[in-house]
């Protein structure tokens, strides 16, 4: 394992392009389970008018060889922060580049996108059918209701 920021001093990366994902080895290669990360806080900016947006992501996968090591996807996430994209291009493509990376038996991202301008979005990607035999539980995070 090379892992670049594990035990490290890691900045902030000036761009997602730029950021450095790191893989270690599944611990557990012959069973089939699910990895869920949680981003509650989730930051980007409007490409048009740099104003912040934030998002609840939730990151499902079920591993192959490989894991993706948190602290390179805190410091992926946190890049987004002085990033401008719309959501579509910030969830499709964390999942995309985690995928293409990774290689997991299957990945899925829910983008819960906090409204600006009075509207959420939400934004769902995934590989292809969950893999049988592995429980892949809801991701239970509730449509935006405001204050209603």
Same mark, same amino acid.
């Given at each position: 394992m090379d892992a670049k920021h594990l035990g490290k001093t890691s900045a902030l990366p000036d761009s997602p392009e730029a950021?450095?994902?790191?893989? *270690?080895?599944?611990?557990? #290669? &012959?069973?089939?389970?699910?990895?869920?990360?949680?981003a509650p806080e989730f930051t980007s900016l409007c490409p048009i008018t740099g104003q912040p947006d934030f998002a609840?992501? *939730?990151?499902?996968?079920? #591993? &192959?060889e490989t894991i993706v090591e948190s602290k390179s996807l805190k410091l992926f996430l946190g890049s987004f922060r002085n990033h401008g994209a719309f959501h579509e291009d910030c969830t499709v493509g964390i999942g995309e580049r985690l995928f293409a990376e990774m290689k997991p038996?299957?990945?899925?991202?829910?983008?819960?996108?906090?409204?600006?301008?009075?509207?959420?979005?939400?934004?769902?990607?995934?590989s292809g059918e969950a893999p049988a035999g592995v429980w892949i539980p809801a991701q239970d995070v509730p449509g935006y209701r405001g204050r209603g």
């Open positions: 950021a450095e994902l790191d893989y *270690v080895p599944n611990p557990r #290669p &012959g069973s089939r389970y699910m990895i869920r990360f949680a609840h992501l *939730v990151i499902d996968y079920v #591993p &192959g038996q299957w990945l899925r991202i829910g983008g819960y996108w906090y409204p600006r301008g009075g509207i959420p979005i939400d934004v769902f990607w995934q």
